[in-house]
């Protein structure tokens, strides 16, 4: 960014087109348009035919570039090469490690990044990524526990047709279900991508998680995105516990990937386990996996193994970018290549109101329940948490989410700063701008508004900040 925001919001135009080409053709997250038969062109600007891959006389299908397999499957590299059986990549320090068995979950007793989903050796694999590096910023749009699963199948069509690439539906328990949400979505929408806002390994078997996204994305063909987390919603009144939270997400991812591959897996979790199960749903693909986490550990494993890292609530670029230094920690000890653009996502709170006041009030609830439910890791609020009042402070410390929310007139501005976006369309595009200069080019909003009527903010977002922030982007 070359510009000062002040200045590129100065020269905007009032009308500037949406995530939209000049024919009015919706763009992919990976800002490519369909054509008008709703197919998407490849890296070079070509779209599929009908029959999309046609295999040769020898009943061989060609991949994404053009190149042809092996009498094994294996499709060669850009240099022409196919691998060997052993399907070898170079670790962190250049090695080769030993193909990791889908049937082995982690050890018992594992700990540290590097322990969370060893081979038999020991070693940990190079896992390829899915998602591809955008030409210009990604937008989704999440709807809240609050939303009504009606209003959001509503809005969803309007998501789309605003320019959104993205669609993300929370998966708070005992409120709307998420995957049902967005089955509807699914049947009333054309390419926005669909996202599970977050599946976790201790309420719903990940196998069972995984078929159901797999059924999501054959019913959207090819629009699912499975984001998957810790969780911790409903499980103290399900009488569950978030059992080594770490070792158990790095299972479920390792199983959930295996398993909509198409491959049979076993495994043996702390609250899990698997044994030669085997997806049913033929042709089903290898939906790309987002981790979604603010712990640091959770965040290095997200880059060693995920296909990107969902950062929340971290509006501070320098706190944003330390957590994004751990996804790049872990993708560098696994040896994969990583890119801050491509394998990151700033998933942020939002509400765009010219109103500044009632901007900041409308994500008042949302951080009232952010400071009780870490408390005392209160450690992504950086500076602004020395400028908590005691009271709140005891608030927090006791838990008391009522006391806390009636008293939250008085959390500061700077706290409020810390983990959303709020204001005029003006005042949040510099924000996004400002996080935007750490390298980051995914953002997921998660819209709030006192009525709880989110769809002005979701227009606002469209209309009125996006057009600034790629203004912005490219002075």
């Keep these: 960014m070359t510009a000062k925001t002040s200045d590129l919001v100065a020269r905007v135009p009032g009308a500037v087109a949406r995530a939209r080409d000049s024919a009015g053709r919706a763009r992919d997250s990976a800002g490519r348009t369909r054509d008008s038969a709703g197919k998407t062109p490849d890296s070079a600007g070509k779209t599929p035919d009908s029959a999309a891959k046609t295999p040769d006389s020898a009943g061989k299908i060609?991949?994404?570039?053009?190149?042809?397999?092996?009498?094994?499957?294996?499709?060669?590299?850009?240099?022409?090469?196919?691998?060997?059986?052993?399907?070898?990549?170079?670790?962190?320090?250049?090695?080769?490690?030993?193909?990791?068995?889908?049937?082995?979950?982690?050890?018992?007793?594992?700990?540290?990044?590097?322990?969370?989903?060893?081979?038999?050796?020991?070693?940990?694999?190079?896992?390829?990524?899915?998602?591809?590096?955008?030409?210009?910023?990604?937008?989704?749009?999440?709807?809240?526990?609050?939303?009504?699963?009606?209003?959001?199948?509503?809005?969803?069509?309007?998501?789309?047709?605003?320019?959104?690439?993205?669609?993300?539906?929370?998966?708070?328990?005992?409120?709307?279900?998420?995957?049902?949400?967005?089955?509807?979505?699914?049947?009333?929408?054309?390419?926005?991508?669909?996202?599970?806002?977050?599946?976790?390994?201790?309420?719903?078997?990940?196998?069972?998680?995984?078929?159901?996204?797999?059924?999501?994305?054959?019913?959207?063909?090819?629009?699912?995105?499975?984001?998957?987390?810790?969780?911790?919603?409903?499980?103290?009144?399900?009488?569950?516990?978030?059992?080594?939270?770490?070792?158990?997400?790095?299972?479920?991812?390792?199983?959930?990937?295996?398993?909509?591959?198409?491959?049979?897996?076993?495994?043996?979790?702390?609250?899990?386990?698997?044994?030669?199960?085997?997806?049913?749903?033929?042709?089903?693909?290898?939906?790309?996996?987002?981790?979604?986490?603010?712990?640091?550990?959770?965040?290095?494993?997200?880059?060693?193994?995920?296909?990107?890292?969902?950062?929340?609530?971290?509006?501070?670029?320098?706190?944003?970018?330390?957590?994004?230094?751990?996804?790049?920690?872990?993708?560098?000890?696994?040896?994969?290549?990583?890119?801050?653009?491509?394998d990151v996502v700033a998933r942020i709170d939002c509400c765009v109101d010219d109103d500044p006041a009632r901007a900041r009030d409308a994500v008042r609830p949302l951080i009232t329940q952010l400071l009780v439910g870490y408390y005392p890791r209160w450690e992504f609020l950086g500076e602004a948490r020395g400028q908590m009042p005691p009271e709140l402070e005891a608030f927090a410390a006791a838990k008391d989410y009522p006391r806390m929310l009636a008293a939250s007139a008085a959390i500061p501005d700077a706290v409020l700063d810390a983990v959303s976006w709020t204001g005029p369309p003006e005042t949040v595009a510099k924000r996004v701008l400002e996080l935007a200069a750490t390298g980051v080019r995914r953002f997921v909003i998660l819209p709030h508004a006192l009525d709880r009527d989110i769809a002005p903010t979701m227009r606002a977002f469209a209309d009125r900040v996006i057009p600034l922030v790629r203004d912005g982007l490219v002075t």
């Design 62 to 342: 060609p991949d994404s570039a053009g190149r042809m397999p092996d009498s094994a499957g294996r499709a060669p590299d850009s240099a022409g090469k196919t691998p060997d059986s052993a399907a070898k990549t170079p670790g962190s320090a250049g090695k080769m490690p030993d193909r990791v068995a889908s049937t082995v979950g982690p050890a018992a007793g594992a700990s540290g990044l590097a322990a969370t989903m060893p081979d038999p050796a020991g070693k940990t694999p190079q896992t390829p990524r899915t998602p591809q590096i955008p030409k210009d910023p990604v937008f989704g749009f999440g709807f809240g526990r609050y939303i009504e699963a009606s209003t959001a199948v509503r809005l969803a069509p309007e998501a789309e047709a605003l320019g959104y690439h993205q669609l993300w539906v929370s998966n708070e328990r005992f409120h709307r279900d998420m995957l049902v949400t967005l089955g509807a979505a699914a049947a009333v929408t054309a390419t926005i991508e669909l996202g599970t806002f977050v599946a976790d390994p201790y309420t719903v078997h990940p196998l069972v998680t995984a078929a159901a996204v797999a059924t999501l994305d054959e019913l959207s063909g090819g629009r699912a995105l499975l984001g998957l987390g810790a969780g911790g919603s409903g499980l103290p009144e399900m009488g569950l516990r978030r059992v080594r939270p770490l070792q158990t997400v790095a299972a479920a991812l390792e199983v959930t990937r295996a398993f909509l591959r198409g491959e049979t897996v076993s495994a043996q979790a702390d609250v899990f386990a698997a044994e030669g199960a085997r997806l049913a749903v033929k042709g089903s693909r290898a939906v790309p996996i987002v981790l979604a986490s603010q712990s640091p550990r959770m965040l290095r494993l997200a880059g060693a193994v995920a296909d990107q890292a969902m950062i929340a609530s971290l509006a501070l670029p320098g706190r944003f970018e330390e957590a994004a230094g751990r996804v790049r920690a872990g993708a560098v000890e696994a040896g994969r290549e990583w890119r801050i653009d491509r």
